[in-house]
């Protein structure tokens, strides 16, 4: 059965013919997660302005900009998280989001803050199965507020992935963290990327860690993506690949960054 789309500006379920797009991006059926006309402003302030997406299945897309271009503002319209955008979208299946701040709950052990909220059979089995697999075994029992902030992440993951989402979120996760972890997170996220194939949503200010992770790269801009750009580089990526480093120039380019500056923006 074709999924049906929710019209966030009438609050119903229709379907709709797909806004025009590129081929490899177009909306449709299969799509993980897709947006038209998405259209989001604070007061005179407009962040989003007539924004279309598409998402494929178990891509791994990554969301830059500058800040206050929207990126968390389109991520939590995503995770139906904002409810005054306007316009279509649709993100069949279940949805996970992970945040910079872990947001575990500080009065449940780990083992139970991953298990929040499960609705199976039996949740404190996934729970573990999760943990595993983010390496955190040894700290089920252990308080969130004893936790490093590399593990907090780790926790955090733990806790989206066990959902078994067919869209994961990511808004800015790895920002806090000191470069070693941040390198150590990147690893782990595709490799857990590579095991449940969800489509992934990146939100980050860092251009180096969207090359290093992303299927495609979009610059959000004055309301709208800007440009989509394909990372072909076979993965694990060499940050000094001639490919990656036209890439990295065009982006930061696009961003307004000249070269030589910081791509932290």
């Given at each position: 059965?074709?999924?049906?789309l929710r019209s966030?500006?009438q609050?119903?379920e229709?379907?709709?013919?797909?806004?025009?797009?590129?081929p490899a991006?177009?909306?449709?059926?299969?799509?993980?997660?897709w947006?038209?006309?998405?259209?989001r402003?604070?007061?005179?302030?407009v962040?989003l302005?007539?924004?279309?997406l598409a998402?494929?299945?178990?891509?791994?897309?990554?969301?830059?900009?500058?800040?206050g271009?929207?990126?968390?503002?389109?991520?939590r319209?995503l995770?139906g998280?904002?409810?005054?955008?306007?316009?279509?979208?649709?993100a069949?299946?279940p949805?996970?989001v992970?945040?910079?701040?872990?947001r575990?709950?500080p009065w449940?052990?780990?083992?139970?803050?991953?298990?929040?909220?499960?609705?199976i059979?039996?949740?404190?089995?996934?729970?573990?199965?999760?943990?595993?697999?983010?390496g955190?075994?040894?700290?089920?029992?252990?308080?969130?507020?004893?936790?490093?902030?590399g593990?907090?992440?780790?926790?955090s993951l733990a806790?989206?992935l066990?959902?078994e989402p067919?869209?994961?979120?990511?808004d800015?996760?790895f920002?806090a963290?000191?470069a070693?972890?941040?390198i150590?997170?990147h690893?782990?996220?595709?490799?857990?990327w590579?095991?449940?194939?969800?489509?992934v949503?990146?939100?980050?200010h860092?251009v180096?860690?969207?090359?290093?992770l992303?299927?495609r790269?979009?610059?959000?801009?004055e309301?709208r993506?800007?440009?989509?750009?394909?990372v072909?580089?076979?993965?694990?990526?060499?940050?000094?690949h001639p490919?990656?480093v036209a890439?990295?120039?065009?982006?930061l380019t696009?961003?307004?960054v000249p070269a030589?500056?910081?791509d932290?923006?």
């Amino acid at each position: 059965m074709a999924p049906r789309l929710r019209s966030v500006e009438q609050s119903s379920e229709r379907p709709v013919v797909p806004a025009a797009a590129s081929p490899a991006h177009a909306p449709g059926p299969g799509a993980a997660a897709w947006v038209r006309g998405l259209s989001r402003a604070f007061g005179s302030r407009v962040v989003l302005d007539h924004l279309d997406l598409a998402i494929a299945p178990g891509e791994f897309v990554a969301l830059i900009g500058r800040s206050g271009s929207g990126k968390s503002t389109l991520l939590r319209a995503l995770a139906g998280l904002d409810r005054e955008v306007t316009g279509e979208l649709s993100a069949p299946g279940p949805v996970s989001v992970a945040f910079q701040d872990p947001r575990l709950v500080p009065w449940k052990k780990v083992l139970a803050n991953v298990a929040l909220g499960l609705r199976i059979a039996d949740p404190q089995t996934a729970a573990r199965t999760a943990l595993d697999e983010v390496g955190l075994t040894g700290r089920a029992s252990a308080w969130p507020g004893t936790l490093s902030g590399g593990e907090a992440q780790r926790a955090s993951l733990a806790r989206a992935l066990v959902r078994e989402p067919r869209l994961l979120l990511l808004d800015e996760p790895f920002s806090a963290l000191d470069a070693l972890t941040r390198i150590t997170m990147h690893r782990l996220v595709l490799r857990l990327w590579a095991a449940h194939r969800p489509a992934v949503l990146l939100v980050t200010h860092d251009v180096d860690e969207a090359l290093a992770l992303a299927d495609r790269v979009l610059v959000l801009g004055e309301g709208r993506i800007a440009q989509s750009s394909p990372v072909t580089v076979p993965r694990p990526r060499d940050r000094d690949h001639p490919d990656l480093v036209a890439l990295r120039l065009r982006l930061l380019t696009e961003l307004g960054v000249p070269a030589g500056e910081t791509d932290e923006l």
